[in-house]
Structures are given as structure tokens and as C-alpha cells.
């Protein structure tokens, strides 16, 4: 009954069998499927039922946190974010948790941040305003930010965010958990998902990579990124690892490095970072090719160590990067291969095949979508997303796939991202001089 109800290119994958089925999509069965659906709701299902015990740890936790009454030391690099700031001391002055020092550092600004940081610091709104003339690059200034820092716990923003008022606490709060809790990370969504088509796909991306993929990853102990726009980290060991190093993925590299370490990194759900994402695909591709260079650069190259044994050898950190590399790098190289196989073996059904896989996909993130509903605390607003994830399978199937591999293709044979404007080309020349 189903069959004849069923569009035309459904009735014919009941007709040739489920063997044929599995042949031709063996990329969406062995890989997509089973990391983002069977994975992700059977981690689901243990974090449904442990939910009590996790809020009791986290309740014991809180009370220490308060106890104690630690100076927390936000400290907010950056260039030209001068518009952002005020806004940015105000969303902090609602925050719950309130012992904490304020540390801006202006990167060399060529608009009214110089003027913007000393009011806001002369009217006591920030604890310090520091300016590098000369540009150095974020990470540079993250590190100027960080020997002026008096803080037990560092959080580092970024100045265009906004939080929800208890996100400071919650951020910090982890780290009573567990004294081998190195840095955690915050939950970054996209403010402005109303702006365009791009926001729009933006915030339903987000929703599955960081607030419900770094959940998994927290939870199976490789998670290896701190976002930029939101972490906590313990200053003793930034001044053991030597702080950011410039590039740009600086928030995944220092992850990694912390993780080396031995210590562990963790993933608040929680505390929640409100970001603006960029409204214009082209915006939005120079900035994805700069994030997916990072994959090469750090996790490829830089940390090739994890892969391999030695005295300091560790599987957590050997895993984190490796399914990395493998989800983004290897199966991006698999995928193509796919599409070969498909065209030239498959090329009389194609008309079967490509409304199949399309149909797979809006299915796959229809069902992410209900894992999402699961975790978020903003269950309204993010319902209206609901109607874009069709266009999801063109997002990221196509779109993101395409901007990926010209990422790692420029990278991985050019070494491109030494390259890149957004660092300064003093710094870029010296990191590509050590490696870093």
C-alpha cells in the first residue's frame, strides 16, 4: 500500500531491494547516519539518565564556587570592536556572578576604540584599557591581556557577544568538578538568525556542531575546542603552554595543547554565548576558508605528535583529533570518490538516486533537529528554524563541502593561511618560521 502511495523514486528502491540500497548509499549508512543519528541519541539516552546526578555534581559544584568567591579575569581582544564595547560591559554588568576584573586590549584600532576604551575605563565601567599602536594579531593580544590578568580562572571573549546572565558562573563552575578540568568551554549560538538565509542556516549549524556535537564529543572525552568567543581556562597552565599562538584556528590550537598537557577540557552546555554570524555568503566563505585551514595546519601538521606513539602518548587525545581529521578531511576526500562511483556506475539511475539522497538528508536533520529540541533552553525561538532544514542538505552538503575543500587544497600544498590578512604579516612570517 505504502509503495504505491509513495513518489516514484521511493516505489523504485523498494522494487530493486535493500542490497542495491545499501550499494549506493553506503556513505550516508556508514558514516553520516550512524555519527550524527545512532551516536548522538545513544549519548542522548545516557545523558537522560544521569540528568540527576549531573545536576546534583553541578548544584555541589556551585556552592564551592560561591564559597570561595574567586576573581575571575575576562579579558576581550581585539581590533576595531570599539561599536561592540558598551554593549558588551552592560550585558556583563547583569551577570549573576559578579567578583570578576574586566581587561580590554585594543589591537592597534584605526576607528574610535582608543577614544571608546579610555571613557568606559576612566568612567569605571572596565578595570583596564590596553592598546598596542602597532598591530600584533589576536592572539598576541590575548597574551598581553593575559600578563595583567590577576584572576584565579581566565575567560576569554569576544567583544561583539552577548551572554545570558548566569553564563560567567556557569562557564567556571566545571572546574570544581574535576581539578584536572584544564579549560571549558562555552555554548556559542547565532544571535541575529533572523537576518538572512545565511544567518538562518548559520544558527541551525551551530545548534548541531557546538550545542549538541560538543556535547557528544565533551561526554566521549575528546572534545578539542574551545571556542574564541567564549572559554574559561586556568592561567597557571596558559603560562605553562606559553598562552595563544598566532593563527587561525587559535582556539583550537590552544585546546589541543592544554589537552596535551593532560589535563581535561570540557564543554558547558549552559552558559550560553549569543554571537553575530556573517549575513552574506561572501562574508561567510573568507571566513570558513580561514577556519578550515586550521584543520590542516594544527591538527594535520602542527600536532602530527598525537598520531603517533611516544612517552607522552595519550588515545583521548589521539581520538579527538583523529575524528576531527576523519569527519572533516578524509570522508571530504571519501565523499568525492563517492560521487566518481555514483556517476559512473549508477549513471541510468541517477534520476532514483539524487531525489533519494536528497530525501535521506532532510529525514537525517529532521531528526538532529529533535536531539537539538532535546538540549536547548530557547525551544521557541529555535522552532522557527525548523523550516529551513531542507536547505541544510545544500548548505552543507554542497556548499560548506566545496568551501572545505578549497580550504584544505590551499593549505595542505601552499601553506596558505601564513598568508591570510587577518593575522598581521610580521606575525604570520614568524609562525610559519617556528611551525607554529
Not at 53 to 79: H, M, T, W, Y
Not at 235 to 250: K, T, Y
Not at 331 to 348: G, H
Request: proline share 3%; with cysteine.
Amino acid at each position: 500500500m505504502f509503495e504505491q502511495l509513495a513518489p516514484e523514486y521511493v516505489e523504485y528502491w523498494f522494487v530493486v531491494g535493500f542490497n542495491k540500497f545499501l550499494r549506493v548509499f553506503w556513505y550516508f549508512c556508514l558514516f553520516e547516519f550512524t555519527r550524527y543519528i545512532i551516536i548522538d541519541y545513544i549519548i542522548v539516552f545516557f545523558k537522560w539518565l544521569t540528568r540527576k546526578s549531573d545536576d546534583e555534581q553541578f548544584e555541589q559544584a556551585r556552592r564551592a564556587f560561591f564559597l570561595e568567591n574567586p576573581l575571575v579575569s575576562i579579558i576581550i581582544p581585539g581590533k576595531n570592536e570599539g561599536a561592540h564595547l558598551f554593549k558588551l560591559t552592560k550585558s556583563l554588568a547583569e551577570q549573576t556572578y559578579q567578583n570578576f576584573e574586566l581587561i580590554i586590549v585594543d589591537d592597534g584600532s584605526d576607528d574610535e576604540t582608543p577614544i571608546i576604551g579610555k571613557n568606559l575605563e576612566r568612567l569605571g565601567l572596565i578595570d583596564m584599557f590596553i592598546r598596542n599602536e602597532i598591530r600584533g594579531g589576536k592572539a598576541s593580544a590575548a597574551n598581553l591581556a593575559l600578563r595583567y590578568a590577576k584572576g584565579k580562572y581566565i575567560v576569554h571573549l569576544d567583544a561583539d557577544c552577548s551572554f545570558d546572565r548566569d553564563a560567567i558562573e556557569r562557564v567556571v563552575i566545571p572546574f570544581y568538578y574535576d581539578e584536572k578540568i584544564g579549560a571549558v568551554g562555552g555554548n556559542v549560538k547565532v544571535r541575529n538568525y533572523n537576518d538572512s538565509l545565511c544567518t538562518s542556516l548559520q544558527a541551525i549549524e551551530y545548534l548541531k556542531t557546538v550545542s549538541v556535537g560538543r556535547i557528544i564529543t565533551s561526554y566521549l572525552g575528546i572534545y578539542k575546542i574551545v571556542s574564541g568567543a567564549f572559554g574559561a581556562f586556568k592561567p597557571e597552565i596558559l603560562d605553562r603552554i606559553g598562552g595563544w599562538d598566532i593563527g587561525p584556528g587559535l582556539d583550537g590550537d590552544i585546546t589541543v595543547k592544554i589537552r596535551k598537557c593532560g589535563y581535561k577540557i570540557h564543554f558547558e552546555p549552559k552558559a550560553i554565548c549569543l554571537t553575530n554570524a556573517p549575513s552574506k555568503f561572501k562574508v561567510l566563505t573568507k571566513q570558513r576558508l580561514r577556519w578550515d585551514k586550521s584543520i590542516i595546519r594544527f591538527r594535520v601538521r602542527k600536532h602530527r605528535d598525537v598520531y603517533f606513539p611516544h612517552a607522552n602518548f595519550n588515545w583521548s587525545n589521539f581520538f579527538a583529533l583523529f575524528e576531527n581529521v576523519f569527519y572533516n578531511v578524509i570522508l571530504d576526500l571519501m565523499w568525492i570518490l563517492y560521487m566518481i562511483d555514483i556517476l559512473f556506475n549508477y549513471t541510468s539511475s541517477l534520476q532514483y538516486i539524487i531525489p533519494m539522497n536528497f530525501t535521506l538528508y532532510v529525514v537525517m536533520s529532521y531528526v538532529q533537529m529533535g536531539s537539538i529540541l532535546l538540549f536547548t533552553e530557547r525551544r521557541k525561538e529555535e522552532m522557527k528554524l525548523i523550516k529551513f532544514i531542507p536547505l541544510m542538505t545544500i548548505y552543507t552538503g554542497i556548499y560548506l563541502r566545496l568551501v572545505r575543500t578549497t580550504a584544505y587544497y590551499k593549505e595542505f600544498f601552499f601553506k596558505h593561511s601564513y598568508e591570510d590578512v587577518w593575522n598581521p604579516s610580521k606575525s604570520s612570517t614568524m609562525a610559519k618560521r617556528y611551525g607554529l
